[in-house]
Each structure stands twice: as structure tokens, then as C-alpha cells.
């Protein structure tokens, strides 16, 4: 069972434009709703992250809207660039019994073209 | 800088054949994480480790096992390596305590060829 439902699984944007990654989940527990962005052959790097209170948080270029209501959020990539291009996962954590249980959504391949 | 370091970066191992994937932190993390990750897919948690409890996911073949001598070190150790356990394998810290922390952080991962 998929808890965390991303899409699309492959994006082509232009320089400049604004990508656009959603994602859902069903678990009401989750807690928190980091995003990571990973390299071919590196690890994920955390992004950006949002808790449940919050509707929207931006970090430069990168902004996370959250709607509670919904079980959805997601991320928006503003002026994208070349160098943006990755994969992102979004993800989903609860806090269990001292560690960060982490579900992970299938990945989005973001190709960001000149 | 503080950081998860992975050794090897790459690792070609033959079918059956044990082999010992290694990682170390410097940011004195109480937690570390173990995730395979195979081609174009999400990263899936193997077991980790708080402290010294070793916590295993239900769905972790039993191949697959992990020591943490210390509080800097981990190490995953596959038992006898199937060409299904081909793989990207990547490990993670965080800390838990007054006022969590809930980032992981990753290292780069060891790629796993199995012959």
C-alpha cells in the first residue's frame, strides 16, 4: 500500500519556468512532510520541510504548500534551472518511539531544459 | 564539516559471496538508518539502529543484518548477496531528543553490483 502518492513521475520544464511536484497521504499521523532532492549516484539531501500547522513555507526558490484538509502538499520550484535538475521525493515522517519513521513517495525525475 | 560518510562507493561482490558495507557520522547522531534503494524507486528502510537497540522492519529479509559497535559507526553486512540485492544502499542519521530533530541525513550511498 502506497501511503504517500507522488506525481508526476517525470517532469520536463524550461528554464525559468515553475515546476510543480504533488504528492497525498492517507495516514492522518504523520507529522511532519520533508522534501529531498537527490543527484544521480548521491544520497537524498534534505530540501525543504513543512509541519501539518502550517499552510506554506518558502525557502528561496523552493515553496511547500500544505493543505491539512485535503492530505495533500506540495512543492513548487520557481524560475526553474538546468542545474534543478533531479529527483525529488516527497516524504511523510511520524515520530515513533524515538525515531523518524520515514514513507517515502515514488520519486519525481525533474528535467529542467535551456 | 559534519557528515554520514559511506565506504565503499562502490562495491562488486559475486553471488553468495558475504560482504560488509561501512558508515560513520560525525554529528554525534543517537539514530542510523540502513535504506536499499534500487533503480528509479524510493528509498526502503532496512533497520536502524537508536543507540544501541537494533530495531528491524517486518519485511527485512533475514540476509540482511547490521552491527553498531559504537556510536559513530554502522555497519550492514549481507550474508549471502542474490542478484536481487543489487542495489543502491544508503545510510542515514538523526537525533532524538529535547527538541527534535526530525531531518535525516543522508550519506552518498554504496552501489552494490552482485555478479
Known amino acids: 500500500q502506497q501511503q504517500v502518492k507522488q506525481s508526476p513521475q517525470s517532469l520536463i520544464v524550461q528554464k525559468g519556468g515553475i515546476s510543480i511536484i504533488n504528492c497525498a497521504y492517507e495516514?492522518?499521523?504523520?507529522?511532519?512532510f520533508p522534501w529531498y532532492q537527490q543527484f544521480p549516484g548521491k544520497g537524498p539531501a534534505l530540501l525543504i520541510a513543512i509541519r501539518p500547522d502550517v499552510s506554506e513555507k518558502k525557502e528561496g526558490r523552493f515553496t511547500i504548500s500544505f493543505n491539512k484538509s485535503a492530505k495533500q502538499f506540495s512543492l513548487h520550484i520557481m524560475d526553474s534551472q538546468p542545474g534543478d535538475s533531479a529527483t525529488y521525493f516527497c516524504?511523510?515522517?511520524?515520530?515513533?518511539?524515538?525515531?523518524?519513521?520515514?514513507?517515502f513517495g515514488i520519486g519525481t525525475k525533474l528535467q529542467v531544459i535551456p | 564539516d559534519a557528515m554520514v560518510i559511506q565506504n565503499p562507493r562502490y562495491q562488486v561482490t559475486q553471488f553468495g559471496k558475504p560482504v560488509t558495507l561501512s558508515c560513520s557520522q560525525t554529528?554525534?547522531?543517537?539514530?542510523m538508518y540502513w535504506y536499499q534503494q534500487k533503480s528509479s524507486q524510493a528509498p526502503k528502510l532496512l533497520f536502524h539502529?537508536?543507540?544501541?537497540?537494533?530495531?528491524n522492519e517486518a519485511d527485512t529479509p533475514d540476509n540482511f543484518q547490521s552491527r553498531r559497535p559504537n556510536t559513530s559507526f554502522c555497519f550492514l553486512d549481507i550474508r549471502s548477496p542474490g542478484l536481487g540485492d543489487a542495489a543502491m544502499y544508503l545510510c542515514?542519521?538523526?537525533?532524538?531528543?529535547?527538541?527534535?530533530?526530525?531531518?535525516?541525513?543522508f550519506g552518498p550511498g554504496t552501489r552494490l553490483t552482485v555478479t
Open positions: 516524504a511523510a515522517t511520524i515520530n515513533s518511539g524515538g525515531y523518524q519513521k520515514v514513507t
Open positions: 542515514a542519521t538523526s537525533r532524538v531528543g529535547a527538541g527534535n530533530s526530525y531531518e535525516q541525513y
Open positions: 495516514n492522518t499521523a504523520f507529522d511532519y
Open positions: 554529528l554525534n547522531h543517537n539514530v
Open positions: 539502529y537508536y543507540d544501541k537497540d537494533f530495531n
